[in-house]
């Protein structure tokens, strides 16, 4: 009898990088071009106009592109760094449970209409003092995957509002979704008015709205589905 060797093929590289997710992608994607944005505003100020949302830009009908580029574009390592985990926290399961396709096209559809919505109040609400503080003002410049981050958050405060959430500096402490996501977002905006943080609060309610509303969709349309994931989320 023969006896054979057998040895298993270790994937290639190609085949390692088909599996990769949607949200690694996403990260991938987001750091590769925030660092890109680092260096040409290095260079010179002015390139912040081709990566970054600025509301009187949009309104003139210029950088149109601004609406997509500025969800992966960063204002600094700090900022990139702690979306970016948010989005590897909250991402992978959303990934799983609507699937890939979906997952793609929710988190751009939430950040387009996130940086939209932002355009559209900063512009027209936010040339006064207050309503800069609100609303954002329409000169300032927006950058950031905070929009489709909500957007995320949103759909667990739908489909899984039990989920346990926790904030990033505070470990130990966590509430359900539905109560922290709603809470963290207020508490930020109401703490950007008093102290006039530059925070895109607008396009954090934008964001959770796509995803408050995709989620009640998806909650009517697969109830059964739905009812039996949440049995494991209680």
């Known amino acids: 009898m023969n006896s054979h060797n057998y040895s298993r093929r270790k994937p290639a590289l190609s085949e390692r990088i088909a599996k990769f997710s949607v949200v690694t992608w996403l ?13 040409l505003i290095r260079i010179s100020e002015d390139y912040i106009n081709y990566l970054a ?26 900022h990139l760094l702690i979306n970016m985990f948010v989005l590897f926290s909250l991402g992978g399961l959303c990934e799983k449970i609507i699937g890939r396709k979906r997952f793609v ?3 751009l559809s939430a950040g387009l209409f996130a940086g939209l919505i932002s355009v559209l109040l900063s512009y027209y ?34 489909l899984l509002p039990k989920i346990k959430f926790m904030i990033l500096f505070l ?62 989320f209680r």
Do not use: C
């Not at 949302?53 to 700090?78: D, R, V």
């Open 27 to 39: 990260i991938i994607l987001s750091v590769v071009f925030s660092l890109f944005t680092f260096i």
């Open 53 to 78: 949302l600025k509301p009187e830009n949009i309104m003139q009908g210029k950088y149109l592109w601004t609406i997509l580029s500025h969800m992966f574009a960063h204002g600094s390592p700090a």
């Open 105 to 107: 096209w929710f988190y």
């Open 125 to 158: 609400f936010g040339s006064s003092e207050l309503g800069s503080r609100i609303f954002g003002a329409p000169d300032v410049f927006m950058v950031g995957a905070s929009g489709a981050i909500f957007a995320i958050a949103g759909l667990y405060v739908t």
């Open 171 to 232: 470990p130990f402490f966590s509430l359900p979704a539905y109560i922290m996501v709603p809470l963290v977002m207020i508490t930020m905006w109401i703490l950007s008015i008093v102290f006039n943080w530059p925070i895109g609060n607008v396009a954090h309610f934008g964001g959770f709205l796509v995803g408050f509303l995709y989620g009640l969709y998806l909650k009517i349309k697969y109830r059964k589905k739905v009812a039996r994931l949440q049995k494991f």
